[in-house]
């Protein structure tokens, strides 16, 4: 079972249990809440879409959908309350559940990224966690022809008659089992199961397994939220990342990859793509995965405030295309996202920092359509609202043009301070200039020094090799969804995780285990995210004084703008959400290694120092870090 803490020490969730059932987490079921949130502006909100099935109007557009919609597992809909024979469902059914039901949907994504999965997993064992309707579990089987195929569906009596062509084939066998209730799955992975499958130990690194694969769909609508997690699919991620750093579940059979559908509004929470939304568990998942990539999604306007540079989103998806083409990959029609078809036939390179920043967002749309609409006939409120929005896109305009400049200087200080090398005068002349330059920064007013954080962050985070963010590396461009393909009709994204071994400092199986080298390593991460807009000396001083003096020599990376840091402080440091795996791994071992760091109680004690329940709690149960 896994026990989570939240970030500045929540004590009930420090002592989260998880233990999901059907829908909810046993006893614990009447805490969860649902909420209503956007599934991304081009698609109906989940409130519109409730509203859409109480008067009948769920599209169903395939013969699945319509077999499964008139099960009357969908909620209240205004043609089954006036049937008198209205199926009823059982109570204890997991009503919440988004199924895929397209089979074009699996066609297309198999012959687009199908010859990932066929050239390495043919004939392998598959761990299907909650398979619904079994749309994309026969697709999957068809494509691999494994030697086994596990079924765990905690709803079998309702889907079985969607799932007997499948269980018709050799090596299928459905358990009416939940593929996240821990105390189950530890029963289902035994010999008797996987009889092909030796568990690998805690020999130190482990090594890929690629006669296992795992697929699971972790789609629910309306989100089920407990404690600090906002749903089920978050947290069973979370759980998935901690398996790898721990080597249990299905991750003690090796190293194994895994094929996971969530709701499209989650897939930043693992998948981010903005430095904005790089918290914790996308930073667990890049340090325990070789790769992340969203095969397929829906293409949705983030927030307004989570949005990057449109020259870096162009870069990125220009460096996507490229590799596409060397691979002699090609989306399948209708499939292509809006920024892909812009941009494929595009002959320059964008190369983004070489001019201001610009941003394309809901609102620049609606601007737009205003200034196209606006003639000399249009009504004086109507050329009164236009020029109200024509100030305002003039100051973003001016406020990302002193920006730029600003980078500009930046970029040459940091250049000069490495040309410096060791020379006192010329460091000592630097460190002048450095000042002056943060001045200027200062000087300026407000809203472009908010501004300026997360324009370098972004910055920086493309400029890396590789880049910071893995949805900045991925390998082909998702194809894009449509809500009907899916029951109810909320888009979902299939995400590729392929674990990797962590550094020996994260790694809770072997000999570091006993030297709490996890536990310490855990902490120190956390409070590094905690304050992600924090220059990582500072953030190194909050936890124990001195320890930057100390660490920093260590971890050379965090200074070296050729590997994503920098030698700069102060407005130009390098914060803790910028921090790339060779840096954290660097600063896990120099604190390790450093006599004066502190030990486990005393980084717990400094963690909690605003709140002693927490803190001792956090003490009393210190196997909470870990999965046990």
């Known amino acids: 079972m896994l026990l989570a803490r939240g970030c500045r020490g929540n004590a009930n969730v420090q002592a989260l249990i998880v233990s999901h059932a059907r829908g909810g987490i046993g006893p614990l079921q009447s805490q969860w809440r649902s909420t209503a949130t956007l599934a991304g502006s081009k698609h109906p909100t989940r409130k519109r879409v409730a509203a ?10 395939t013969d699945v959908a319509e077999k499964l919609f008139a099960t009357g597992l969908t909620r209240t809909n205004a043609r089954w309350k006036a049937a008198a024979d209205r199926p009823r469902v059982a109570s204890n059914v997991d009503r919440a559940r988004i199924n895929l039901v397209d089979e074009r949907l699996c066609d297309d994504i198999f012959s687009y990224y199908g010859h990932t999965l066929r050239d390495r997993h043919h004939g392998c064992d598959i761990l299907d966690l909650f398979p619904g309707p079994g749309v994309w579990s026969r697709k999957l089987n068809d494509l691999l022809q494994p030697r086994s195929h596990i079924l765990l569906e905690p709803d079998a009596k309702l889907y079985q008659p969607f799932l007997e062509p499948l269980l018709e084939r050799p090596g299928t066998k459905l358990l009416a089992r939940s593929g996240i ?4 799955l530890g029963d289902i992975l035994s010999p008797e199961i996987l009889p092909h499958q030796v568990r690998q130990g805690t020999s130190y690194p482990p090594q890929r397994n690629d006669t296992l694969l795992v697929t699971a769909n972790l789609s629910w609508s309306p989100k089920k939220r407990f404690h600090d997690f906002p749903s089920v699919a978050v947290l069973a991620l979370y759980q998935f990342m901690k398996a790898i750093h721990n080597a249990n579940w299905f991750q003690s059979y090796g190293l194994v990859r895994m094929l996971v559908w969530i709701p499209d509004d989650e897939k930043s929470s693992i998948l981010p793509r903005s430095v904005q939304v790089r ?31 449109d020259h870096i989103e162009i870069e990125s998806v220009q460096r996507v295309i490229e590799r596409m083409r060397d691979q002699g990959i090609v989306i399948p029609p209708g499939r292509e996202s809006s920024l892909y078809l812009a941009n494929a036939d595009r002959k320059d390179k964008v190369i983004a920092g070489q001019q201001p920043a610009e941003f394309t967002t809901p609102r620049t749309r609606v601007f737009d359509e205003l200034v196209q609409a606006t003639t000399a006939d249009s009504s004086k409120q109507q050329r009164r609202k236009l020029q109200v929005r024509r100030g305002y896109y003039k100051r973003k305009e001016v406020t990302y043009e002193a920006i730029h400049e600003l980078l500009k200087e930046r970029q040459a200080l940091e250049a000069a301070f490495m040309a410096a090398g060791d020379d006192k005068e010329k460091l000592a002349a630097l460190k002048e200039r450095e000042e002056q330059w943060e001045e200027q920064i200062n000087r300026h007013q407000l809203h472009i020094r908010k501004a300026w954080q997360p324009t370098l962050d972004n910055l920086t985070a493309i400029r890396q090799d590789p880049s910071l963010l893995m949805w900045d590396r991925r390998p082909v461009e998702p194809l894009q969804v449509k809500p009907n393909e899916f029951l109810p009709n909320f888009p979902c994204a299939l995400i590729d995780i392929q674990p990797k071994a962590v550094s020996r400092q994260l790694w809770q199986g072997g000999v570091e285990r006993e030297k709490r080298a996890p536990d310490i390593a855990n902490l120190l991460l956390q409070h590094l995210l905690c304050f992600g807009t924090t220059p990582v000396p500072e953030s190194l001083r909050k936890i124990h004084p001195g320890a930057d003096q100390d660490i920093m020599p260590g971890a050379p990376s965090i200074r070296d703008p050729a590997l994503g840091g920098s030698p700069l402080s102060g407005w130009g440091a390098l914060v803790g959400r910028c921090l790339n795996e060779r840096q954290i791994n660097e600063l896990m071992a120099a604190w390790m290694e450093s006599p004066f760091s502190p030990n486990f109680q005393d980084m717990v004690r400094s963690t909690y120092a605003d709140d002693d329940e927490a803190g001792n709690a956090m003490l009393g149960r210190a196997q909470g870090l870990r999965v046990e």
């Open 52 to 61: 859409a099935h109480a008067k009948g109007k769920v599209e169903c557009k």
């Open 181 to 184: 209730e821990w105390e189950h």
């Open 279 to 309: 918290r914790r568990l996308a930073v667990e998942a890049e340090l325990a995965s070789e790769w992340i990539v969203e095969v397929a999604g829906s293409e949705s306007d983030p927030p307004q405030r989570f949005v990057r540079d």
